[in-house]
């Protein structure tokens, strides 16, 4: 089982940004994603990664802002995110995988989450 921990999350004006990172241990991590969850709502995709890095997937949400990336010397996975809004404001989860998908009954390995704020 691999073991995942979130970082970076924090409090953010509008227009800002955050990097994300989620450090993986015991055996090795596949495919890799993002999900987030604002207070209230489901759980939704936010990005996801193929093993070599080479595929990609965004949610239209935040397509053209974020990006995904990892560095598997690192056993890490990054989440830049750009021009933030309030709208953002989640508890960020990453997941692993073992194959490149956006639906959470594909990944089985989830992180604690990490916040993210965005004050208007």
């Known amino acids: 089982q691999v073991q995942l921990v979130e970082s970076g999350g924090g409090l953010v004006q509008a227009g800002g940004s955050l990097r994300l990172s989620c450090a993986a241990s015991g055996r090795s991590s596949y495919a890799m994603g993002w999900f987030r969850q604002a207070q209230g709502k489901d759980r939704e995709f936010v990005a996801a990664?193929?093993?070599?890095?080479?595929?990609?997937i965004y949610a239209d949400s935040v397509k053209g802002r974020f990006t995904i990336s990892r560095d598997n010397i690192k056993n890490t996975v990054y989440l830049e995110m750009n021009s933030l809004n309030p709208e953002d404001t989640a508890a960020y989860y990453c997941?692993?995988?073992?194959?490149?998908?956006?639906?959470?009954?594909?990944?089985?390995?989830w992180g604690q989450g990490t916040q993210v704020t965005v004050s208007s």
């Open positions: 990664i193929s093993w070599g890095g080479g595929r990609t």
């Open positions: 997941a692993e995988g073992g194959s490149f998908s956006s639906r959470p009954a594909d990944f089985r390995s």
